[in-house]
């Protein structure tokens, strides 16, 4: 059963616009969240995490949002840049001696 | 910074075959990961190891097995290769197991088994 979940497989967006990059997770007990970056032909990076104890996260021109009611994170990217189109990943961290879970991915892909 | 190299960035071997995945990381890392991609199916975890010597099953070990004979190197083995095994392998490690200590990956292998 997936724990992790990106519902959408792909994502199109405009530059400049904003991008938007949702995940869902089932399980409560994950008490951190992070999000990885994938080029093509490259390993995954790490790009900004939240403690599920914040809401919001920001970095640059990427904000991490956590609903913890909802069970609900998202990446927003503003403004978009072909640059980031990429492969995103979720990821979520349990607590002790376990890996992190990972989400399938979600591929952007901005538009110039 | 940290560095995590794999030994090769292309595989290509016949089904039946043994094959070795090297990992190197070089920043004294506690714990070593591999995953495999695969489109659709995101990155899935095979095995994992906290410690020389110790491993522990991923999601997916089936069909694998890992050695950690050193801190700094961990390496995936598939005893009998098969066309299923074609995909990407990313190796990544991380200092501990905190949250906030992030998985760092390498390059990835793309291996294809005919």
């Known amino acids: 059963d997936q724990q992790v979940k990106q519902n959408s497989p792909s994502l199109s967006v405009q530059e400049g616009r904003i991008s938007i990059l949702n995940c869902d997770y089932t399980?409560?007990?994950?008490?951190?969240f992070l999000w990885y970056k994938k080029y093509p032909a490259e390993g995954p990076t790490f790009l900004i995490s939240i403690s599920s104890i914040k809401d919001k996260n920001e970095d640059g021109r990427f904000t991490v949002f956590l609903n913890k009611s909802a069970k609900h994170l998202s990446l927003h990217i503003v403004p978009s840049q072909p640059g980031d189109s990429a492969v995103y990943f979720c990821a979520a961290f349990l607590s002790g001696n376990t890996p992190l879970v990972f989400g399938k991915g979600t591929r952007l892909s901005v538009i110039a | 910074d940290v560095k995590v190299t794999q030994s090769s960035r292309y595989l290509v071997k016949r089904t039946g075959e043994k094959v070795f995945l090297e990992c190197v990381q070089d920043m004294d890392h506690e714990n070593m990961f591999w995953y495999r991609q695969d489109p659709g199916l995101g990155l899935r975890l095979i095995y994992f190891?906290?410690?020389?010597?110790?491993?522990e099953k991923g999601d997916i070990p089936e069909g694998y097995s890992v050695s950690r004979e050193k801190k700094e190197r961990f390496s995936l083995i598939l005893e009998s290769a098969s066309t299923n095994q074609t995909s990407m392998y990313l190796c990544?490690?991380?200092?501990?197991?905190?949250?906030?200590?992030?998985?760092?990956f390498g390059p990835g292998t793309r291996l294809t088994v005919l």
């Open positions: 399980n409560s007990m994950f008490d951190y």
């Open positions: 190891s906290y410690d020389v010597k110790m491993k």
């Open positions: 990544a490690s991380s200092l501990t197991t905190g949250p906030t200590d992030t998985q760092y």
